[in-house]
């Protein structure tokens, strides 16, 4: 069975430094990984994925994640946190092998960490 | 990106009655769609997989006859909360992904508070 760990409930940075929003996971085959933002009492919003190719992706508003695959980690992080970052923050993971049938498989999703940026 | 429209984006019922929520894809074909339920501290809760043409696949522990899934084209799936009660009230969201190795894109969720 898949599972995806964000340790983190809330993480809280000043604005203007660096921030990681923290995710490891399990899945048998290989991840098919993402992150996902929350603003409240709104839907999810992809913000990145990895599938195969350089570790570090780069995705919208300016954050990135870095897939550590002898770690099993696929950190979010950003130089530089703005308050309009705070959020909720979801990571995910996908096996990507596909369903005898043809379809995929269900996305698993971490507990969500919520990011507090203070001005 | 691909776009998933959910609708309604908030919806009050009385206990008893059911409500239908709506997951559109509307610039591409999704024969999957999933709707999760999003709980108080959080997380996201699988409950279905949404398959067009054919019956809905769901996540143990989620009533079938409560949570009527309909897929009946390629971009739209329908969840029926049957007889509603207090306890559904939740945040419902459905997501569709373009093809296999697709990102999942997402509805903007559906706000149900059954009083």
């Known amino acids: 069975a898949q599972s995806v760990a964000q340790p983190e409930d809330q993480v809280n940075v000043a604005e203007g430094n660096p921030l990681t929003v923290k995710c490891t996971y399990s899945?048998?085959?290989?991840?098919?990984l993402f992150w996902y933002v929350q603003y409240p009492n709104r839907g999810l919003q992809f913000l990145l994925k990895?599938?195969?190719?350089?570790?570090l992706v780069k995705g919208s508003y300016g954050f990135e994640a870095e897939f550590n695959k002898s770690q099993t980690s696929f950190h979010l992080k950003k130089p530089s946190a703005l308050v309009s970052d705070s959020a909720l923050y979801f990571c995910?993971?996908?096996?990507?092998?596909?369903?005898?049938?043809?379809?995929?498989?269900?996305?698993?999703f971490g507990t969500g960490t919520k990011l507090q940026v203070i001005p | 990106g691909a776009v998933v429209s959910q609708h309604p984006s908030r919806v009050i019922c009385k206990s008893g009655t059911s409500v239908k929520i709506e997951c559109r894809s509307l610039?591409?074909?999704?024969?999957?769609m999933f709707w999760y339920r999003q709980f108080p501290k959080k997380s996201l809760m699988l409950m279905a997989t949404?398959?067009?043409?054919?019956?809905?696949?769901?996540e143990q522990g989620v009533e079938k006859d409560k949570f009527l899934i309909n897929h009946a084209s390629l971009t739209l799936s329908t969840l029926t909360v049957t007889s509603a009660h207090p306890e559904d009230s939740s945040f419902y969201i459905c997501?569709?992904?373009?093809?296999?190795?697709?990102?999942?894109?997402f509805g903007q969720g559906t706000r149900l508070t059954v009083v």
């Open positions: 997501s569709a992904s373009p093809t296999v190795h697709g990102g999942a894109f």
């Open positions: 899945v048998s085959g290989n991840p098919y």
């Open positions: 990895y599938i195969t190719g350089d570790n």
């Open positions: 995910a993971v996908r096996d990507l092998r596909p369903l005898n049938s043809g379809g995929y498989q269900k996305v698993t």
């Open positions: 610039d591409f074909q999704a024969t999957t």
């Open positions: 949404s398959n067009e043409g054919s019956k809905a696949t769901y």
